[in-house]
């Protein structure tokens, strides 16, 4: 058995790389859609700070997987994952477009009734000030973060296929 077409997996970097670790989930984004673990059919979208923007390209996603930067209150460069439900506590004034983040993911489920699991995997921020470089402990986080999101995406292929095939195709948008 083959991989099933009806699964369509997407992964999308937040941020704003002007911003200095506002634009991890981009750095993250160019990291993974490099990665050679990464299975076939992936479809990887620079999100930038569009919000709403962006419900064209996920409404008929089945899994998606966020990559940002992510204020919970931890200390700078910590990883986080939120899942699912947890993702309804998103806050909303942490960087400079998690608004757009928590209104994107409250609206999709009006203009999509796919079933889809979606996981964010962030990191803490340390500065969202003006700059390209990501401080420290952020670039830090950098490749542990590029690893889970490398296993998460393994896990959805197996989860979608009877003998671990993996699609044909690889995008890019």
């Known amino acids: 058995m083959s ?5 369509k997996m997407v992964v999308v970097g937040i941020g704003n790389l002007i911003r ?13 859609r490099r990665d050679a673990r990464v299975p076939r059919g992936v479809t990887f979208i620079d999100g930038g700070t569009h919000g709403l923007e962006l419900l064209t ?5 089945t899994h998606l997987l966020l990559l940002d930067a992510i204020d919970v209150g931890e200390p700078a460069g910590t990883v986080v994952r939120m899942v699912n439900e947890e993702l309804r506590g998103l806050p909303g004034a942490a960087s400079v477009h998690q608004v757009g983040l928590a209104d994107l993911l409250a609206t999709l489920p009006l203009v ?14 340390l500065s969202t000030d003006w ?11 950098l490749e542990g973060l590029v690893e889970e999101a490398a296993a998460q995406l393994a896990d959805w292929a197996g989860e979608t296929s009877q003998d671990g095939a993996l699609a044909e195709e690889r995008s890019a948008c």
């Open 112 to 125: 999509s009734t796919t079933r889809r699991e979606i996981v964010l995997l962030g990191v803490t921020p």
């Open 131 to 141: 700059g390209t470089e990501l401080t420290a402990p952020v670039a830090a986080a």
């Open 3 to 7: 991989f099933d077409p009806a699964t």
């Open 57 to 61: 390209y996920i409404s008929d996603s």
């Open 20 to 32: 200095t670790d506002d634009g991890f989930g981009l750095h993250a984004l160019d990291r993974l």
